[in-house]
């Protein structure tokens, strides 16, 4: 009969106590052998879980350390070279050494898991060949086995998502990279085997993204070795994130059962699946409760979708299924004690979709039953309730939305100029600047009540005019505040904002032990009242310098957040710019006229398949220009990213018509700048000249360097001076010492034009 299946799930446990584990551990306060019994018992304390849930496939081995990514590369021997030559006592310190780095040994590179927030390790190859050098599933299938009695499920990154996510070969290698892992992948299966395994799942998420059909080609070559070598293995084939590029090729896999996502890939996957059917003869993972997302599945919605697959796929074929792995939603609703009920109770986190899982199950075996009736009604009682909440009634005004300025940027930039008069290549940085010891310590015994509103806000403006004199001694053209008074520049405007909650423990993993807490954007988002003003206004009455207003723009909020599921992404975005443009105007009318509007995740938001890229950028664009739009032609409207593949979204970047983009220039050592030239970029360009990420102290020469092969292809009107992002987590002394440096460069250069 139909089954329940999961694919994932968090590893931080429900008091983040992974998190604690590692950190100690990191510190020297833990010994290694406490530290790996911690783990162990975290370890089968989830696994614990997903058994009392009663869900019939639990996973194996997507529990890490660090990354499931770099277990992978390890597991195949792929260390990378520099990591080579020294030796480390044991592999633990190995393992955290390319994760983290050392003082003269440089980190793997991490980057972002799909389009998720969740960042992995990315295996450098350089000519090595893999090898299995243990079997680390099978070692935690016995584990779970002999622990615990569970008949796991062997979860590992399939051999063309881990050879798609690795880097150290050419492009025309990737065949033959691919090739090489068919022997290690083989043995590792075949020891599952012996030991008595019965399914493993193979994730292969780089199915869903843009890939050729060469490449899918390829996919069925290795999958029909790998049959050859395990012909009575069950291999489970799971794919995730969006609808499948090459459906008729993935289900006609020599596999014995296929994941696909019927949340994020709903429509696609459907069209599908309507169109070409599924075989009869394999099991079809039905993906149906969000993994991304922290919504209660609609009972409704799922048993119609449940009762379209039943037509093509007989029961005992279907597995019933999380999206993807529950890693990306936080642990469990326990603990939420704060939120409003109507809010929490139509909220499902990792725990509590297993629970759905088991609920689906029963609804759609026995639909009569008297409890499957009432949690069908329970489930739409929730729904309903949010859905009917104040807070998504839709207003009867809808505003007037201003997309585009009223002049051109050829009009506004002589009356900046006029204003302003501002030297050539002006100096000025990202916006915030060291979140202090201090300052945090103060923000805590406010937020306890233990000291006044009054008292709170005088330590900031004691900070803001602390900064205004450095920055003014340090000879920066435009100041800024410094966000003293923003912890996170998202949960910053979400608590000022309508439309927002925030959950006491909704902790999400986003890279090592690093984790964020998105805020949930549940209702409709509107303006209250104004966010910045206070701040911004008071440091202004402090020089004569101009200083430049600081916002988070909308699309980096929506990318940030947790998002209501029943409009679409981008109407929500439009909201945010709805309300961010009446801080804008706020700021106007008190007298600031140079505003940035950041849009730090507006990449990260593009969708996997290049061909849905064009409406995302449209839509996003869209939203930061409503946000930035109805301002004087006199308003200079900044804005700033920080990442450096820029080449393929600078037309995107154009159409945001800012009047200054900063971007990150150093780390790619000012190469993007060719992208700008070939883009014949004209309006004003801040050149993030120094990396903030590293407490090293740049030197003179290279920021000048990078200025002066910046002014070698574009005319020195256009550029800024200023870091690759804002400071707050730098030492001050870091950052006084940086930025004095970054002046004197800029001076310098300023002297030979
Ligand atoms: N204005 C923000 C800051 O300086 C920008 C941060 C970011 O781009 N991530 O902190
Ligand atoms: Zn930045």
Redesign the pocket.
């Given at each position: 009969m139909v089954k329940t299946s999961n694919l994932g799930y968090p590893r931080i446990g429900e008091h983040r106590e992974w998190k604690k584990a590692l950190e100690n551990f990191w510190n020297g306060q833990l010994a290694p052998e406490t530290f790996l019994q911690q783990m162990k018992q975290i370890r089968l304390e989830l696994l614990q879980k997903q058994q009392q849930s009663g869900v019939d496939l639990i996973p194996i081995g997507d529990f890490s350390f660090y990354d499931h990514v770099l277990d992978t590369a390890l597991m195949f021997g792929l260390v990378p070279q520099r990591f080579q030559t020294k030796r480390f006592p044991d592999d633990l310190s190995l393992y955290f050494a390319i994760a983290r780095g050392e003082q003269d040994l440089v980190a793997s590179e991490m980057t972002k898991w799909y389009n998720t927030n969740y960042h992995y390790i990315v295996p450098e190859w350089h000519g090595q060949v893999p090898n299995l050098l243990n079997n680390r599933p099978l070692q935690l299938y016995l584990e779970a086995k002999t622990e615990l009695g569970i008949e796991g499920k062997p979860v590992i990154i399939g051999p063309f998502s881990f050879a798609k996510l690795s880097k150290g070969y050419a492009k025309e290698q990737f065949a033959e990279v691919l090739h090489s892992l068919v022997a290690p992948y083989a043995q590792l299966l075949r020891e599952l085997r012996e030991a008595g395994v019965r399914w493993v799942q193979i994730d292969e998420p780089s199915l869903v993204t843009s890939i050729t059909k060469a490449e899918m080609d390829l996919v069925s070559s290795v999958y029909q070795q790998l049959r050859n070598e395990v012909p009575d293995l069950s291999l489970f084939l799971q794919t995730y994130f969006a609808a499948v590029s090459f459906y008729e090729d993935v289900v006609a896999l020599p596999v014995d059962g296929i994941g696909l996502d019927f949340v994020a890939g709903y429509a696609g996957n459907l069209e599908h699946l309507r169109t070409c059917s599924f075989p009869r003869d394999k099991v079809l993972g039905l993906g149906l409760i969000d993994g991304r997302n922290i919504w209660k599945t609609d009972y409704q919605q799922a048993a119609e979708l449940f009762g379209e697959v039943k037509q093509w796929v007989p029961l005992e074929n279907i597995w019933l299924q999380p999206s993807c792995s529950l890693l990306h939603v936080p642990v469990s609703l326990k603990q939420e004690t704060e939120l409003a009920p109507t809010l929490k109770n139509a909220l499902a986190f990792a725990e509590e979709k297993l629970q759905e899982l088991a609920d689906l199950k029963e609804i759609f075996l026995q639909p009569e039953s008297d409890r499957s009736l009432q949690k069908r009604e329970a489930n739409k009682q929730a729904l309903q309730a949010l859905a009917q909440s104040p807070e998504r009634a839709v207003s009867p005004h809808q505003p007037a939305r201003v997309t585009k300025r009223a002049a051109a940027f050829a009009q506004r930039q002589p009356l900046h100029a006029a204003k302003w008069q501002l030297p050539i290549l002006p100096t000025t940085?990202?916006?915030?600047f060291p979140q202090t010891a201090d300052l945090r310590q103060t923000r805590r015994l406010w937020r306890q009540g233990q000291i006044t509103e009054q008292e709170y806000e005088t330590a900031i403006r004691e900070k803001i005019a602390k900064w205004i004199k450095l920055q003014e001694r340090l000879g920066l053209d435009v100041l800024?505040h410094g966000?003293f008074e923003?912890t996170d520049?998202v949960e910053f405007f979400g608590e000022k904002l309508q439309g927002f909650a925030f959950t006491r423990n909704g902790w999400v993993q986003s890279y090592g032990s690093r984790c964020v807490k998105p805020p949930i954007i549940f209702g409709n988002v509107r303006f209250v009242e104004p966010m910045t003003v206070k701040e911004t206004v008071y440091a202004q009455s402090l020089t004569e310098k101009p200083v430049k207003g600081?916002l988070?723009g909308p699309v980096t909020i929506l990318n940030w957040s947790f998002v209501r599921n029943d409009l679409p992404r981008q109407e929500i975005a439009y909201q945010i710019a709805d309300a961010l443009i009446e801080e804008v105007r706020c700021l106007e009318q008190a007298g600031i006229e140079m505003i940035?509007v950041?849009e730090?995740a507006l990449r990260e938001g593009l969708p996997l398949k290049r061909e849905e890229w064009h409406s995302y950028l449209q839509w996003a664009v869209t939203a930061f220009r409503i946000a930035t739009s109805d301002v004087a032609n006199s308003t200079q409207i900044h804005t700033?990213?920080?990442y450096s593949e820029f080449g393929d979204i600078l037309s995107a970047i154009r159409e945001l018509d800012a009047d200054v983009v900063s971007i990150e220039t150093s780390r790619s050592h000012g190469e993007l700048i060719a992208d700008f030239e070939q883009e014949q970029f004209d309006k004003g360009i801040g050149l993030g000249v120094y990396d903030i990420h590293s407490p090293r102290i740049p030197s003179e020469a290279e920021m000048e360097k990078i200025l002066e092969r910046a002014l070698s292809v574009l005319p020195a009107q256009l550029f800024w001076v200023n870091p690759d992002?804002?400071?707050?987590t730098r030492k001050e002394e870091e950052a006084i010492a940086a930025l004095e440096k970054m002046v004197r460069a800029a001076k310098k250069v300023r002297a030979k034009i």
């Open positions: 940085t990202i916006g915030s800024v966000e923003r520049m600081m988070t940035q950041d730090p700033h990213m920080c992002c804002g400071l707050k």
